[in-house]
């Protein structure tokens, strides 16, 4: 299993440009997730899916948007890039079942300028 | 809304001092309950977690947790840390969404 990927591992965005952080995962997780990471700070939820087709929104969902339209993947995109976007993005997904124990992404860097 | 704390921003410690490391959750119902470590430059990994039946889970590299959950606290200890141990670490706690939601960290920085 190749477990949770993401891609790109780095970008530089201009301001109001737009791209998508690819994310996915083999081990047929019903649930994933993405999240922000700021310096010195913790992992803030943007949004997340408890199954293909169903998203929601997490802590800071401003200025992103998702889809899922299979189990695997789980795109994040940006529509108008903005300074405050630059972090480092993380995608995890885990399983519904007893135990749940998400497994993390390698994260994406991304910088707006 | 559930909340995690974590109330040790940066921690400053020689090797072979105790580390105990406090975490606080604010969720009522049954709780899953983790702490992660990320190593500078590199992404999280799982250090122990928490399900049910014994409060006091053993992980990986020597660290442990207490769940009190009268105190609905998590906190992470380690006996004796080593230089190695100079990481980030993340408490969290998943709620009944499954929502995986992490405390701001502590930084551990231990001197040789």
């Known amino acids: 299993n190749a477990g949770v990927t993401q891609t790109p591992k780095f970008r530089i965005l201009k301001i109001g440009q737009s791209m998508t952080l690819q994310c996915a995962q083999d081990?047929?997780?019903?649930?994933m997730y993405w999240y922000r990471q700021d310096p010195g700070m913790g992992l803030k939820l943007i949004y997340y899916?408890?199954?293909?087709?169903?998203?929601d929104k997490g802590e800071v969902p401003n200025g992103y948007n998702v889809s899922r339209s299979t189990t695997e993947d789980f795109p994040l995109r940006l529509e108008l890039a903005a300074p405050s976007q630059t972090s480092v993005y993380f995608c995890?997904?885990?399983?519904?079942?007893?135990?749940?124990?998400?497994?993390f992404g390698p994260g994406t860097r991304l910088t707006v300028t | 809304a559930q909340s995690v704390s974590q109330h040790n921003h940066h921690v400053i410690l020689s090797e072979a001092a105790s580390l105990e490391l406090g975490c606080n959750y604010s969720?009522?119902?049954?709780?899953?309950l983790f702490w992660y470590v990320q190593y500078p430059g590199q992404h999280l990994q799982l250090l122990l977690k928490?399900?049910?039946?014994?409060?006091l889970v053993k992980g990986i590299k020597g660290f442990e947790a207490e769940f009190i959950k009268s105190k609905f606290s998590f906190n992470l200890r380690k006996p004796s840390v080593q230089w190695s141990d100079t990481a980030e670490y993340f408490c969290?706690?998943?709620?009944?969404?499954?929502?995986?939601?992490f405390g701001s960290g502590t930084r551990l920085q231990v001197q040789p």
């Open positions: 969720y009522g119902g049954t709780v899953n």
């Open positions: 995890a997904s885990s399983y519904s079942g007893e135990g749940v124990k998400p497994s």
């Open positions: 081990m047929n997780h019903n649930y």
């Open positions: 969290a706690a998943i709620t009944g969404r499954r929502a995986l939601t």
């Open positions: 928490y399900f049910s039946g014994d409060p």
């Open positions: 899916s408890v199954g293909a087709g169903i998203t």
